[in-house]
T-cell receptor, first 113, second 115 residues
């Protein structure tokens, strides 16, 4: 069974640009949640999608958005990039039944110059 | 709020000794408390979890205890080994209702096993 796949693995952007990250969940998993990981703040929850609907959202500005497609694949977008957006972005998939194990991808490492 | 406070941020123990990491939370609705382990350069992985209807759960050398009254839960690792060196994150559901799978994580504990 294939694991959670995130693309791209590494990317470099400049301030003001936008970026789109992709996450393909484990087959059969309907929930995808996104996290920002930085050395100082740990793992911070961005949002969670289930059956193409956002079920929950963390405390991030509106520049951070996401969506989920009918095949459960998810994308997140960050517009007007700031230096502080440099981080490892992790997605996790799960069955979506609430209080279930999250399976993480390897992450997309974003550097903003 | 919905935060989880985790302590300590760094823990260094001698190989063979025990390690304890503690987390506290504030809301009463949470009913699921997992622990994730992240080795250097790797993705976080679930190592143990506990639900609110039990007070303790064990899996070989690791155990988790939950005190719902005091709103804290702890990870206990006994007979620590070099492969236990990693960052450990506690977590709880990040929602006030039910059905969602997003988690709120603590800031992590860097566990160092000294030979």
């Amino acid at each position: 069974k294939a694991g959670v796949t995130q693309t791209p693995r590494y990317l470099i952007k400049t301030r003001g640009q936008q970026v789109t990250l992709s996450c393909s969940p484990i087959s059969g998993h309907r929930s995808v949640s996104w996290y920002q990981q930085t050395p100082g703040q740990g793992l911070q929850f961005l949002f969670e999608y289930f059956s193409e609907t956002q079920r929950n959202k963390g405390n991030f500005p509106g520049r951070f958005s996401g969506r989920q497609f009918s095949n459960s694949r998810s994308e997140m977008n960050v517009s007007t990039l700031e230096l502080g957006d440099s981080a490892l972005y992790l997605c996790a998939s799960s069955r979506g039944q609430g209080t279930g194990e999250l399976f993480f991808g390897e992450g997309s490492r974003l550097t903003v110059l | 709020g919905e935060n989880v406070e985790q302590h300590p941020s760094t823990l260094s123990v001698q190989e063979g000794d025990s390690a304890v990491i503690k987390c506290t939370y504030s809301d009463s609705a949470s009913n699921y408390f997992p622990w994730y382990k992240q080795e250097l350069g790797k993705r976080p992985q679930l190592i143990i979890d506990i639900r609110s209807n039990v007070g303790e759960k064990k899996d070989q050398r690791i155990a988790v205890t939950l005190n719902k009254t005091a709103k804290h839960f702890s990870l206990h690792i006994t007979e620590t080994q070099p492969e236990d060196s990693a960052v450990y994150f506690c977590a709880k559901p990040g929602y006030s209702g039910g059905g969602a799978d997003g988690l709120t994580f603590g800031k992590g504990t860097h566990l160092i096993i000294q030979p």
